[in-house]
């Protein structure tokens, strides 16, 4: 059981949340002052590093299968929950509330999730902490994301600081996992979850480039399935 004293191990996941809102109120300004010209130029250059990153996050895999597996029973999953259409609808009426959010407000939230939160560093910087190893990692990953962020909120608007809600229940949980579960994690594990993350970057940003219309919200469970079936397989082979 671990020591109540390790619970507070969450230092790294609030400095990455704090930047973000810094970086992404700095973007916000930028967005009011720049042409809109100007913004769809970002807009596009965002949509391809989106995509670019997905592609050497996929690239990661070793096991294909997980990938596989999970983007099929995610899509099932999220399709019959419909998180697609509901996450739409939640971010329709907070539009309503709140003029001036822009229409790419749950497309702000879910490509800067996923850009924050899928890549190694996020799941070895919260595993760390977790293990008591230190917060260096999420400090670094912190300025990077306060930078991401601000070019993300210029192009996307505000929806990328609220991100910061998914990000911390995502990097908090690893966290807190990792505390109870640090021997879950190999890297292994840690390889197919970007790589299945790869994948649903790929897909926002094809969207963001206007090429395809893919419902990836509808995909997300796929990350908790890439976990599940990683383990299992790991323990297979």
Known sequence: MANP???????GTLVNVAAIIVGGSIGIIFRKKLPQKTIDVVFQGIGLVTFAIGISMFLKSQWLIVVVLSILVGGITGGLLQLNTRIQ????????????????FAEGVTTSF????????????????????????????SLMDGFASVALAAALGIGVIFSIVPLFIYQGSLTLLAIYLGSFFDTAIINELSATGGVLLCGLGLNILNVTKIKVMDLLPAIIYALIFAYIYSKFI
């Open 5 to 11: 004293q390790k619970l507070k191990r969450m230092t």
């Open 89 to 104: 609808q939640s971010s329709n009426r907070f539009r309503e509330k709140f003029k001036g959010t822009g229409e790419n």
């Open 114 to 141: 996923l850009l924050f939160c899928m890549g190694a560093m996020t799941i070895l910087g919260a595993i760390d902490e977790g293990l008591g190893n230190g917060s260096e990692l999420l400090f670094t990953k």
